[in-house]
């Protein structure tokens, strides 16, 4: 019994991503998110080197 209950609970408890990329998208909405383009690269170099690793 305990064990659904806390199931149930953590259906609504949303994703820590979740939660990160919807703080995200209110801030670009806003226009107070700025990122530039080499940020974006370098971002995306690192992700793909973390996805060789694993």
Do not use: N, T
Request: aromatic share 2%; hydrophobic share 45%; net charge positive.
């Amino acid at each position: 019994h305990g064990m659904k209950v806390a199931e149930a609970a953590l259906k609504d408890v949303p994703e820590p991503r979740d939660e990160a990329l919807m703080e995200i998208k209110a801030r670009i909405d806003k226009g107070e998110y700025k990122v530039s383009g080499a940020e974006i690269a370098e971002m995306m170099l690192r992700r793909r080197a973390a996805d060789k690793i694993r």
